[in-house]
């Protein structure tokens, strides 16, 4: 069956161009986007946002679609992307990623659009 995890990745409309780029590149994280997850439009009321969530899937860093889309994550932490006002902001404010792994300290937090964010607490 191999390692699972759950994955949430909400891009901003700011940085939807470029990930259109990586969709149209990739046929893998295109199904992986577009046929595989659950997908929210309009994320949190952001007209153009999108939400992509998997709730069991084997995240590997070698399969071409994940690459795809670790390679667009990077891009937005490498540019610094302007408003229509001409203010510049880094682009990792236009993007949110989660990855919360099978083990209880295997999780991944990137980029700093929306709250979202794991909470872990102890039920009974």
Known sequence: MGYRSEVILAVAPEVMPQFMVTMAKSTQARTMC????????????TKGAMLFR????????????????QDFMQWCQD???????GN???????YRFIRIGEEIDDSEVAGWAFDIHIERSATY
């Not at 998997?54 to 889309?69: F, M, P, Q």
């Not at 510049?88 to 236009?94: F, L, N």
């Open 34 to 45: 577009f046929g595989d997850a659950e997908v929210i439009k309009d994320y949190d009321g």
């Open 79 to 85: 540019e610094v992307i302007k408003d229509e006002e």
């Open 88 to 94: 510049e902001s880094p682009g990792d404010d236009y």
């Open 54 to 69: 998997w709730g069991c899937i084997k995240w590997y860093d070698s399969y071409e679609g994940v690459d795809a889309i």
